[in-house]
């Protein structure tokens, strides 16, 4: 059975999924079916494309650590006595 990554067009989620011959897939998040198939990498290692993913992952994760650096922020002055 492949793995297949997909990309929902209705909540824009990327996510893989086991998909067996004759099966419909739908995204897990919003349980939309319009879906596009990704072009998976996952053959691909060279050291461009590791830099490439190290870096995507390092924005992805950046915008969490902003996030949470707020809410930490908004937590201590509001409970603050």
């Known amino acids: 059975m492949p793995i297949f990554e997909y990309t929902c067009r209705a909540c824009s989620r990327q996510f893989e999924l086991i998909v067996r011959t004759g099966d419909t897939p739908a995204c897990?998040?919003?349980?939309?079916?319009?879906?596009?198939?990704?072009?998976?990498?996952?053959?691909?290692?060279s050291s461009s494309s590791r830099s490439l993913a190290l870096n995507s992952a390092r924005k992805r994760n950046a915008k969490v650590t902003r996030d949470k650096a707020q809410a930490d922020y908004e937590y201590v002055r509001n409970h603050e006595h």
């Open 28 to 45: 897990p998040a919003c349980g939309g079916g319009d879906l596009e198939k990704m072009i998976s990498l996952f053959a691909v290692d």
